[in-house]
């Protein structure tokens, strides 16, 4: 689970072309504590956050956004499955997996399929924050890179 929110966090400046202002997060978890902690959390640095319980109903609905968090390990299907899914319907938001049950070779794999990154419970707030922001910069080069092309 994320650390406690009421742990006195720093919370760091969003990195540079990395508005918060309309930027969206997706949490795919079975865990309320999970998906209330990190509502808050990143409230407090200005981003919205769609939470989802049943990774059917989030690939059902696959709902615009700027970066997915999904955890690995739930009751209605695997977290590196609905990734699989996700990219094949054409989904390219950048993916941070989080898991409490994750190992070596199953960080290696998610990453060289192209996940963004990989994390481990607990979090420590603050480098969720930076993860997300990070994410959120490299998908807002990408958008901007492909209206170019066009």
Known sequence: MLHAMGSATRHSTPQPG???????????????????STRVLLKTVGLDLVTYHSPIQFLD????????LL????????GIEIYRRMREAGMAVPVIFITGHGHVSMAVDAMRNGAFDFLEKPVDDQHLIDTVFSAIHRETQRRREADSRE
């Open 18 to 36: 990395a508005s918060a202002s309309g930027s969206t997060v997706v949490l795919v978890d079975d865990s309320t504590a999970v998906r209330d």
């Open 61 to 68: 609905e696959m709902p615009p956004c700027d970066c997915v």
């Open 71 to 78: 955890d690995v390990r739930m009751p209605e299907m695997s």
